[in-house]
């Protein structure tokens, strides 16, 4: 087997291999449906390597492809990796992507480079929430798949209900292109319903395929299913079709060359079913791979042209053959920092890249030298001399973002397609537990915001706090944890603060006198008027009015007073927050020939808000935000018992297709962790986004409590003992 190893590696170093024996496919599903297992099997029958390693093994070495020291730790995939290998003279690129709907961007950026995609099932869950997630994403991105419904050793493995779920929830024509024999324990082997025989997978790992006749228990129910198969592709596809209406019986070829029509169209989804941790089923997925994927020419991908002068974009046809007649454009669609610097993925569209050329970026339009090129096999590589289009392969060293596109010529103003970016739904603050870590810190968060845009970073200036935001806690956890690993940078991530204001019930009039004697000139300022509430629309506003008449006050200390009173809105009496929502009124005050100068009237203009402050009632305000929840309808109850327990308002609903959609005002401070807890409480499969709407007074509890704190924090009440600090 070694020679045979050597002679296919041989093989597909030299020549370009043409396009029709080029698949780049990716493999998706919901959490823990087996998608590393499979990868990991794949790998292991077309010799890629040696032995194979379950991902939470008692080895501890875990799945090749979980190359991150956390990935295996915890047994997820977290990046998506790539490889590529050799199945029958085919050159397979292989995407793995994790399932978490934190990491969705991963997902979202492989299915856009990819021709097509394997959507694996677990035989016992069934569709679920992830798989609709990725359902969408595939429809977003035009991709065809073929469906592999894994893990039938399991207790209460049923395919048939998967496969009604898949008609019935992501509304997917699909139809089984074979069936298992016998189910969880007793699962003897697979039957091919379009060749119609029986496969038996024998040896210590698989690895020998058997072919026998059908089993006699077996054949009525392999010749219904064929029958649904055959009439499920005719209902897709034109040609069978018609040969289905004059009643003619299709042969295997013709079958073959109509699934291949109508799953290339997206108009039917071929099911296969076995066990990759039984090593069963695994090599028919592969042979389907090639006979139902589309190679690269048969997807058309377009770029945008982008021109200066004019608004209109045209698109642009990719030529994908696989020489160098057309010039050069790939996609950067995912970066990594390797250990050699920064590793970018590139998926080629059109043309060629040979090592030492030079390429331009079309967003920067900067020029960069491709140094090394590489072809990726999880965390190892291989130097390779050119790339053509339909590959996918890595560069090293380049400047760039993700989702950049190159080309060869500065002029060409292409760029492919953009990824769809989801918003950020989670936020926490983020700093180093070290003082001494800052130059690490940013380092890595630098980094990190390069390579995953669901990662957003800002620095809040109000609480001087750095701000991270995610797609969900775990996402948020992982780059936490990462830090440490890659950075050495111990992180503490805590609940953001909320920026609380200040402001005043009702209008208060103040009459504050600035004096200050000393030896030489003193200072003396004196300021009267109203401090009043402005309307609620405009809380986050302050505002000042000059209503002097006569040189009482001469015209050029206004400015004087009005900068005061600004920098004195900066810090509240009560919580410590900026105090807003107020006007300024000045009617008249006094000064002194002498001892009157600008800094006595800027501390006049303190003093008098200071002192309208203390006579007024202040009242604490709240950021409130508008919630959109979208769910399915069967957990309707406990989403708005969620969102009353957060002291939301309800203030509209509407419904569709068995989601509805609930429209609510929420206080910011009470949506501190509601992403974990609408996903545990609608099985993942709500969402929700959130913007700011306005500011309101807060509950007189929260009002308290914050004053408390306060107190504490600056030492004028003894902290409460026995209490666990929150």
Known sequence: ???????????????????????????????????????????????????????????????????????????????????????????????????????????????????????????????????????????????????????????????TRALQQMRTKLNQNAAFVQIPMGLEGNLKGIIDLIEERALYFEGPFGQDIRYDEIPADFRLEAADRRQELVECVANADEQLGEMFLEEKVPTVADLKVALRRATVQRSFSPVLVGSALKNKGVQPLLDAVLEYLPNPTEVQNYAIHNQEDSKDASKLLMDPTRDGSQPFVGLAFKLEAGRFGQLTYVRVYQGVLKKSEYIYNTRTGKRVRVQRLVRLHSDQMEDVEEVYAGDICALFGIDCASGDTFTVRASSNLSMESIHVPDPVISVAMRPANKNDLDKFSKGINRFTREDPTFRV??????????????????????????????????????????????????TPFDFTHKKQSGGAGQYGKVIGVLEPLEPDSYTKVEFV?????????????????????????????????????????????????????????????????????????????????????????????????????????????????????????????????????????????????????????????????????????????????????
């Open 1 to 159: 087997s070694l020679q045979v190893l050597i002679n296919s590696c041989r093989a597909c170093s030299s020549g370009i291999v043409p396009n029709e024996r080029i698949r780049n496919i990716g493999i998706s599903a919901h959490i823990d449906s087996g998608k590393t297992t499979l990868t990991e099997r794949i790998l292991y029958y077309t010799g890629r390597i040696s032995e194979m390693h379950e991902v939470k093994g008692k080895d501890g070495v875990g799945a090749i492809m979980d190359s991150m020291e956390l990935e295996r730790q915890r047994g997820i995939t977290i990046q998506s990796a790539a490889t590529f290998t050799m199945w029958k003279q085919h050159n397979i690129n292989i995407i793995d992507t994790p399932g978490h709907v934190d990491f969705t961007i991963e997902v979202e950026r492989s299915l856009r480079v990819l021709d097509g995609a394997v959507l694996v099932l677990c035989a016992v869950g069934g569709v679920q929430c992830q798989t609709m997630t990725v359902n969408r994403q595939m429809k977003r991105y035009n991709v065809p798949f073929l469906t592999f419904i894994n893990k039938l050793d399991r207790l209460g493995a049923n395919p």
């Open 458 to 507: 800002h620095y809040d200036t109000e609480s001087k706090e750095t701000i991270i935001s995610g797609m969900g806690e775990l996402h948020l956890e992982i780059y936490s944890q990462r830090m440490e690993r890659e950075y050495s940078c111990p992180c503490v991530m805590g609940k953001p603060k909320v920026a609380f204001r200040e402001t005043i019930s009702s209008a």
């Open 546 to 726: 000059d209503q002097t008449v006569g040189t009482n006050i001469p015209k050029q200390f206004v400015p004087a007073i009005e900068k005061g009173f600004r920098e004195a809105c900066e810090k509240g009496p009560l919580t410590g927050h900026k105090i807003s929502g107020v006007r300024f009124i000045l009617d008249d005050g006094a000064h002194h020939m002498v001892d009157s100068n600008e800094l006595s009237f800027i501390r006049a203009g303190e003093g008098a808000l200071k002192q309208a402050m203390e006579k007024a009632k202040v009242i604490v305000l709240e950021p409130i935000m508008s919630v959109e929840v979208v769910a399915p309808n069967e957990f309707q109850g406990p989403v708005i018992a969620g969102i009353n327990r957060r002291h939301g308002v309800i203030t509209g609903q509407d419904g569709a297709e068995g989601y509805f959609t609930l429209y609510a005002d929420v206080p910011l401070n009470d949506m501190f962790g509601y992403a974990t807890e609408l996903r545990s409480c609608t099985e993942g499969k709500g969402e929700y986004t959130m913007d700011y709407s306005r500011y309101q007074e807060c509950l007189p509890s929260s009002q308290d409590e914050l004053v408390n704190k306060y107190l504490e924090a600056t030492g004028q009440l003894p902290a409460k003992k026995g209490k666990a600090k929150n």
